[in-house]
């Protein structure tokens, strides 16, 4: 099993462009989540999904978008991206919500904006 | 508001036994997670506690007081590579992890 994959690993973009992430997980997990890790701050959730076809905004939704429409599979979307948009990505996913809800992350997307 | 403080950084030397505080403020509470990240690298899941009391898992240990708003990490015999961040989270009411800034442990030979 790989567990949870992203792609890319690292990219930069500058200022405007857009761009796609990519999770994917291999443990028929129904809830898959995107968050932003920036130094001094704890992650923050931006978007996260309850089952194929749902989304629901989190923390910082702003200046993302998401579509889940495969189970395995959650994309992250910025569709004009700003320097405040500079930081790490990570995927996770779990098998179900509920009080013991073990989060399984992928490796991360380091993405710069210049 | 929602507020998680963990210290920013601890130094320990190996062999040593090194404790990680974090105390939150969160509306509702259904759980506290300790999660372990190299640098570089994913969170990965190390312990939950939902009720009062030590769980014990191998050299790690967290505690959990909900009428205090607190939890440790112990973390015994440290070996070199422990030398992580380490990330405390709580579930809320609604079912989100609200996540402390992490704890940087670095350990000394």
């Known amino acids: 099993n790989a567990g949870v994959t992203q792609t890319p690993k690292f990219r930069v973009l500058k200022t405007g462009q857009s761009m796609t992430l990519l999770c994917a997980q291999d443990m028929n997990h129904e809830y898959m989540y995107w968050y932003r890790q920036d130094p001094g701050m704890g992650l923050r959730l931006i978007h996260y999904s309850v089952g194929e076809g749902t989304t629901a905004k989190g923390e910082v939704p702003d200046g993302y978008n998401v579509s889940r429409l495969k189970k395995q599979n959650f994309l992250l979307g910025l569709e004009s991206a700003a320097p405040s948009q500079t930081s790490v990505y990570f995927c996770?996913?779990?098998?179900?919500?509920?009080?013991?809800?073990?989060?399984?992350f992928g490796p991360g997307t380091r993405l710069t904006v210049l | 508001g929602q507020n998680i403080d963990q210290p920013t950084e601890m130094t320990a030397t190996e062999g040593a036994i090194v404790q990680i505080n974090c105390t939150y403020q969160t509306s509702g509470f259904n759980g506290l997670f300790w999660y372990q990240q190299h640098a570089g690298e994913a969170p990965t899941f190390l312990s939950y506690?939902?009720l009062d009391g030590l769980e014990e898992k191998g050299r790690f240990s967290s505690f959990l007081s909900r009428s205090k708003g607190y939890s440790y990490l112990l973390l015994k015999e440290l070996q070199m590579k422990d030398s992580a961040s380490y990330l405390c989270?709580?579930?809320?009411?609604?079912?989100?992890?609200?996540w402390g800034a992490g704890t940087k442990l670095i350990i000394k030979p």
């Open positions: 996770a996913s779990s098998q179900r919500e509920g009080a013991y809800n073990e989060q399984f």
């Open positions: 989270a709580v579930m809320d009411s609604n079912y989100q992890l609200i």
């Open positions: 506690n939902v």
